[in-house]
């Protein structure tokens, strides 16, 4: 233990189970290939488990050359400290302090370029975006899935931090030339804190009225599951808005989002009020 259960299709982030007993995972394996998570189950993938701090890292490639994007480290439990059930993720922060430049340079030489080359070698044409997702377990970079899409919320912290034109950066992958394109970030620090219906990622009720979205101004607003009725926003998924914030340091980010979020409201809305817990720096211990 612990066992890590794993749909092996599409499950929209949530078809992967950790558990301590033995017992209630050979139960939830049987509850997940007879249909729990849809058609996305009908095979499962056991996997080893690794302890470690995970971290989301971005490129976009012409299928020859890549520029590494503003990495970014999203928290997918619904519950405060990484507790509960897996969610499409419910907030991300960008820079990621543990990511300095030797974590990365691992990253680039051990994972990215091996990509890169590996597509080719296999007679891949591929260009786009490829998300990993790496995990560091004591500083080394191990990857835990591929996406061929940016993630979210991590696209929240991401965009905001690439001061480059998008459509530039575009440009060259679909010319070829995306080696001549330069990529600047924005060193500030974005944050964003997911609000969600509430009783995801299990059942949650749709149609809410949300108000207060024109009282925000520090902060950029996202929509993810809203509708427009008659020129009212109301709720229409589990994951409703994602509010986005700049800041000198992951702090001073955060205090802005959680400002914003508290400006919102419908019915029955949840937020984890943690985002970044595990990064904040403690402060040293005083000696006697």
């Known amino acids: 233990?612990?066992?890590?259960?794993?749909?092996?299709?599409?499950?929209?982030?949530?078809?992967?189970?950790?558990?301590?007993?033995?017992?209630?995972?050979?139960?939830?394996?049987?509850?997940?290939?007879?249909?729990?998570?849809?058609?996305?189950?009908?095979?499962?993938?056991?996997?080893?488990?690794?302890?470690?701090?995970?971290?989301?890292?971005?490129?976009?490639?012409?299928?020859?050359?890549?520029?590494?994007?503003?990495?970014?480290?999203?928290?997918?439990?619904?519950?405060?400290?990484?507790?509960?059930?897996?969610?499409?993720?419910?907030?991300?922060?960008?820079?990621?302090?543990?990511?300095?430049?030797?974590?990365?340079?691992?990253?680039?030489?051990?994972v990215i370029i091996p990509t890169i080359k590996g597509l080719r070698a296999e007679g891949i044409d591929y260009s786009g975006f490829i998300f990993f997702g790496i995990i560091s377990v004591k500083g080394d970079p191990y990857v835990i899935e591929y996406n061929c899409r940016m993630g979210?919320?991590?696209?929240?912290?991401?965009m905001p931090r690439l001061k480059s034109d998008l459509l530039e950066l575009f440009d060259g992958i679909a010319t070829g030339t995306l080696s001549e394109r330069d990529v600047q970030i924005d060193p500030r620090t974005a944050t964003t804190v997911m609000m969600v219906s509430g009783g995801y990622p299990e059942s949650y009720e749709k149609g809410k009225?949300?108000?207060?979205?024109?009282?925000?101004?520090?902060?950029?607003?996202?929509?993810?599951?809203?509708?427009?009725?008659?020129?009212?926003?109301?709720?229409?998924?589990?994951?409703?808005?994602?509010?986005?914030?700049?800041?000198?340091?992951?702090?001073?980010?955060?205090?802005?989002?959680?400002e914003s979020a508290g400006k919102i409201e419908f019915d029955k809305k949840y937020i984890r009020t943690d985002i970044g817990f595990d990064l904040i720096k403690k402060p040293a211990k005083a000696k006697a």
């Open 152 to 158: 979210d919320p991590e696209t929240e912290v991401v």
């Open 1 to 110: 233990p612990p066992y890590v259960l794993k749909a092996d299709g599409l499950a929209a982030g949530k078809g992967v189970l950790i558990l301590d007993d033995i017992k209630e995972a050979k139960k939830e394996l049987k509850n997940m290939v007879s249909g729990k998570f849809g058609d996305a189950s009908a095979t499962v993938v056991i996997e080893q488990f690794l302890s470690g701090i995970e971290v989301s890292v971005f490129v976009i490639t012409d299928g020859r050359n890549y520029k590494i994007l503003p990495e970014a480290k999203d928290y997918k439990r619904i519950g405060e400290g990484d507790t509960g059930l897996n969610t499409g993720g419910m907030g991300a922060i960008s820079p990621v302090a543990f990511a300095n430049r030797d974590f990365m340079d691992k990253v680039d030489n051990q």
């Open 209 to 258: 009225s949300i108000s207060g979205l024109r009282n925000v101004e520090d902060s950029i607003v996202f929509h993810a599951g809203t509708t427009d009725e008659g020129g009212m926003v109301k709720t229409n998924g589990g994951r409703v808005l994602a509010v986005t914030s700049y800041g000198k340091d992951m702090e001073t980010a955060l205090k802005k989002s959680y």
